[in-house]
């Protein structure tokens, strides 16, 4: 059973009520929203991305959460971004640089809209600048200049 058809209502308001479209009545909203309630509807954010320039889905790669220095960072990064309405998607990459690859790789192919990065230590600078033109990346090192090495570029 499709929402539109639960809430006696056309496929267009049901898709302006899911994007909260302002032009529609708070009763036929709350009409929409109970029928998608009762029928077990999940948005379904990979189709969404399809059709929008962006995910709202921020990726952040962090070399060692066990260090508090960075957990603080990371916290507050996160905190930040949700009231941004953004998505943090985490790996704490435990300095394997095949973990933070990996994790990259695969945030990618979910069109992150940017992308936080404190290296792992041997990171190589071209692997960092190689996604730099896909979204916009930060990339952090420590004092002691680990995951400094080569140059980077930051977008």
Same mark, same amino acid.
């Given at each position: 059973m499709?929402?539109?058809?639960?809430?006696?209502?056309?496929?267009a308001?049901?898709?302006?009520?899911?994007r909260n479209?302002?032009?529609?009545?708070?009763?036929?909203?709350?009409?929409? &929203?109970? *029928?998608?309630?009762? !029928?077990?509807?999940?948005? %379904?954010? $990979?189709?969404?991305s399809? =059709?929008?320039p962006?995910?709202?889905?921020?990726?952040m790669?962090?070399?060692?959460?066990?260090?508090?220095?960075?957990?603080e960072?990371?916290?507050?990064?996160e905190?930040a &971004?949700? *009231?941004?309405?953004? !998505?943090?998607?985490?790996? %704490?990459? $435990?300095?394997?640089?095949? =973990?933070?690859?990996?994790?990259?790789e695969?945030?990618?192919?979910?069109?992150?809209?940017g992308?936080?990065?404190?290296p792992?230590?041997g990171?190589?600078?071209?692997?960092?600048?190689?996604?730099?033109?896909?979204?916009p990346?930060?990339?952090?090192?420590?004092?002691?200049?680990?995951?400094?090495?080569?140059?980077?570029?930051?977008?």
């Amino acid at each position: 059973m499709d929402i539109a058809k639960a809430s006696g209502v056309s496929k267009a308001t049901v898709s302006l009520v899911l994007r909260n479209s302002p032009t529609i009545p708070e009763r036929t909203r709350e009409k929409v &929203l109970e *029928a998608a309630r009762s !029928i077990g509807y999940v948005y %379904n954010r $990979g189709a969404a991305s399809l =059709r929008l320039p962006h995910t709202r889905m921020i990726a952040m790669a962090v070399n060692n959460l066990t260090n508090p220095y960075f957990a603080e960072i990371v916290a507050a990064i996160e905190d930040a &971004l949700t *009231a941004e309405n953004r !998505i943090v998607l985490m790996s %704490n990459t $435990g300095e394997l640089v095949a =973990r933070q690859s990996a994790f990259i790789e695969t945030v990618r192919e979910y069109n992150v809209d940017g992308l936080l990065i404190v290296p792992a230590v041997g990171t190589d600078a071209s692997f960092v600048n190689s996604f730099a033109f896909a979204a916009p990346a930060v990339r952090t090192c420590l004092a002691n200049g680990a995951g400094c090495e080569g140059r980077l570029r930051l977008s």
